[in-house]
């Protein structure tokens, strides 16, 4: 495996979605070569990241304004 | 009728008797489901268009429709990916008029190619979360989503903010499950590169 091979492969891989050989192919590529070693790290950490911050707060006082607006548009439709 | 069903299981997803309920004319079942969508679509929404009041409208229209053509949902999706499916559209629509962004076409064959491979390649530890607070991580986040192209960026939203799986994000946005792998991955690519020069930078001043 080189390191286009193994970019290929890193959708799947976050997704363990890869054979066991593929996995261990990944393990002893990465073992060697520190590049692919810190994108596959930092990448994970980013996916990581935007899972965990929540980057748009819908606050309470939004939400129920919001909510009052579609229902309104909803029922007026139905006139 | 057919069920709405999580892949692989035989379990009926909750929301269908809503929707029939919703479909028959109570209008109390269509309020719950839009209690349980209306966060999520509002996100989705302002993640696309990264504005707070095309976000409001475009949630408000994507309910109004569903609504509207609810006879036209068949079951043969998940009724919350329906949902999203119309907030791409809408929201992409939007992006469209405001012309203000930069535009990837959605049939772009993205190449896991050499190219592809980040050029930056500092490692941050610790973890980003412990470097800055909240409010600094949150901007960060923010900014960096916004530089990536709205095809890339909606990808990004659907798969890893919003949690669908590759075959719903494929469904919402009318896309093979082979291009929202491949766009995925070159979103995921930028926006660690990008983080890279932030969390390097950050680590290195402290550590100096």
């Known amino acids: 495996m080189n390191c286009t091979d193994l970019l290929g492969q890193l959708t799947d891989y976050f997704d363990d979605k890869l054979s066991a050989d593929l996995r261990e ?55 | ?6 892949p692989g299981t035989e379990e009926i997803h909750p929301d269908v008797e809503l929707v029939a309920r919703a479909k028959d004319g109570d209008v109390a079942a269509f309020e719950q489901l839009v209690r349980q969508y209306e966060r999520q679509i509002f996100r989705v929404a302002q993640h696309i268009t990264q504005n707070r009041e095309d976000a409001e409208d475009i949630t408000q229209d994507v309910f109004l ?3 509207e053509k609810l006879e036209q949902f068949q079951g043969n999706s998940k009724f919350s990916t329906w949902l999203v499916r119309i ?52 901007d960060i986040l923010r900014r960096t989503i916004q530089g990536l192209p709205p095809g890339f960026r ?12 590759t075959e719903e994000t494929a469904e919402a946005l009318g896309l093979s499950v082979p291009a929202v792998k491949s766009r ?17 930078q950050k680590k290195e001043g402290q550590t100096t």
């Open chain 1, 25 to 79: 192919e990944i393990r002893v590529h990465t073992a060697g070569c520190q590049h692919c070693r810190v994108v596959l790290n930092t990448t994970r950490q980013t996916i990581e990241v935007y899972k965990g911050t929540e980057i748009y707060e819908v606050s309470s006082e939004l939400r129920e304004r919001l909510h009052s607006a579609i229902m309104a548009r909803c029922l007026d439709s139905k006139k």
């Open chain 2, 1 to 6: 009728m057919p069920a709405i069903q999580s």
């Open chain 2, 65 to 67: 429709k569903a609504y």
């Open chain 2, 87 to 138: 907030a791409v559209n809408e929201s992409l629509m939007r992006l469209r008029k405001r012309k203000t962004s930069k535009t990837v076409s959605m049939d772009e064959d993205v190449q896991t190619e050499d190219g592809a491979i980040p050029r930056d390649f500092a490692e941050w530890r610790p973890n980003p979360e412990q470097l800055y607070n909240q409010s600094e991580l949150g």
């Open chain 2, 154 to 165: 909606t990808v990004f939203t659907l798969r890893d903010i919003e949690n669908l799986s």
């Open chain 2, 184 to 200: 995925l991955l070159r979103a995921r690519l930028q926006l660690r590169e990008r983080l890279s020069r932030y969390f390097g």
